[in-house]
Structure formats: C-alpha cells, structure tokens
C-alpha cells in the first residue's frame, strides 16, 4: 500500500512540475521541443515507480502441501456433520426419555463414531446426575442399556 501512495506522489508531481513548465515556455519551435522532452520525462517518472513495485512483488507464492488427512471429501463432510447433529438428537433424546421415566438428569454426553461395515455405532455414552440422585443410578444404567445397549458411565456432578 505504500509503494501505491509513492507511485501517485510521484504521479501528481510530475503533472505539476510539467503543466509549470508548458505555462512558462513561449510558443513555437521550443514549446515544442519542451513539450516532447517533458513527455518522456513524464514516462520515464511514470515507469520507475512502476517498475519498482513490480519487481518488489513476487510471483513465487509457497502454497503449502495439504495431506490427505487435512482434506475431507463431500462424503467424509456429510458423515461427520451427520454424526454431530445426531449426537445432539441423542443427548435430547436420553434426557427427555428419563425424565419421562421420572428420573432426573442434568444432561448427557453421547460419542458416536462411525466404521464401514456398521456405520454409525455408539462409542460412548455419558450421564450427569446430581449427588442426590444417585440412588437412581442403577435405574438408569438398566435403562440405558435396554433402550441402547451400551452401558452409560455416571458421573456425579
């Protein structure tokens, strides 16, 4: 951005100084020889600052090398999206179903992974409780397992 600022600096001088100088000569045979000594000089101001940008900017931009871990394909997007929104389904789910079970849960923490062969599987689920409603633990572990066969940890918050 600097070297722009110069280059029009340079610019708006030169108009100037040379506007100046075609006021100042008289007419004929000298106007006329000013007129094309000023012009080149004119070019010649307009180029240098030119030039100078151009060679101060470099072509040769480092692109760096992404692997292929970096990188997801449409497919791997949409399955990872799709296992987002579904482990936020789950969370409400497993909440809303104890609750209608007349336990109380804080919240709950569901991990789901995928595999080729199986597709989507439950890695891991997690259920928070209140220290009082420890007594229930069992209750929702039992139920948990029958509703998702997979055995919930419980912590206690």
Not at 101 to 125: H, M, Q, W
Request: glycine fraction near 4%; proline fraction near 3%; charge should be positive.
């Amino acid at each position: 951005m600097n070297s722009i600022a110069s280059v029009a600096a340079v610019i708006c001088s030169v108009a100037i100084a040379s506007s100046l100088i075609a006021l100042i000569v008289p007419q004929g045979s000298t106007k006329r020889v000013l007129n094309t000594v000023v012009g080149v000089f004119v070019i010649c101001c307009l180029i240098v600052p030119v030039k100078n940008v151009v060679t101060g900017f470099n072509l040769n931009i480092d692109i760096p090398k992404l692997s292929g871990s970096l990188t997801a394909s449409g497919d791997e997007a949409y399955k990872k999206a799709l296992t987002v929104e579904t482990e936020a389904k789950l969370r409400t789910s497993i909440v809303s179903y104890l609750y209608s079970k007349g336990l109380k849960v804080k919240s709950a923490d569901i991990k789901l992974n995928t595999n080729k062969k199986t597709g989507i599987y439950i890695e891991r689920i997690i259920i928070y409780i209140d220290r009082k409603d420890l007594i229930n633990s069992d209750e929702i572990i039992s139920l948990i397992e029958n509703k998702f066969e997979k055995t919930p940890k419980i912590t206690v918050t």
